[in-house]
């Protein structure tokens, strides 16, 4: 079996298409120390290739829990998981091209990438933070404040320039 990049699950080569069978073999999807997945039931136990992540945050909803912004997102097979000091929203930036790749966390081992139009919706509720002498461009929920990558120097010298 194998996740494709794309979230889509496939099995001998072909997808599958019941949403409900995905659902299924996600249910009992864990994530071993050395990073192997597995498809894991009381009686069996199987490898399971992913390529990238095995989940696809595809819708973000933003709302105030107790005064603080709460962003939970949906992911490709409909679980809902708001981002928290449990489920940190993580982004890994290319050296080379600086291209963002967002996850959060579903369950403990197991990320959704966080897909392309529901990261724009994070940046535009992002805002810059000061953490540990660095200026970094993020997003708050439950409290907890998730960089993005840090805000860039001429934007940092433009406004100090306006000022």
């Known amino acids: 079996m194998r ?11 072909s997808p599958i298409g019941r949403k409900e069978l995905v659902c299924l073999f996600a249910s009992v999807l864990k994530r071993e120390a050395d990073g192997r997945y597995l498809l894991e039931t009381p009686v069996e136990r199987g ?3 992913v390529e990238d992540a095995p989940f696809v945050a595809v819708e973000v909803f933003w709302r105030r829990c107790e005064g603080r912004q709460c962003l939970t997102f949906r992911t490709n097979l409909d679980e809902m998981v708001t981002a928290d000091a449990d489920h940190p929203i993580r982004v890994a930036i290319d050296r080379r ?5 967002p996850y959060v966390m579903v369950r403990p081992g197991l990320e959704a990438r966080i897909n392309r139009a529901v990261f724009y919706e994070l940046v535009a509720l992002a805002e810059t933070e000061k953490v540990e002498g660095r200026e970094l461009l993020g997003v708050w929920s439950e409290g ?11 934007s ?3 406004a100090a320039a306006a000022e």
């Not at 996740?3 to 080569?13: E, F, L, P, T, V």
């Not at 993005?148 to 001429?154: F, L, R």
């Open 47 to 49: 490898e399971i290739t």
């Open 3 to 13: 996740i494709a990049k794309d979230g889509s699950w496939h099995y001998q080569g």
């Open 156 to 158: 940092r010298n433009g």
């Open 144 to 154: 907890v404040f998730f960089p993005i990558d840090e805000v860039p120097a001429e």
């Open 97 to 101: 091209s600086r291209e963002p790749r």
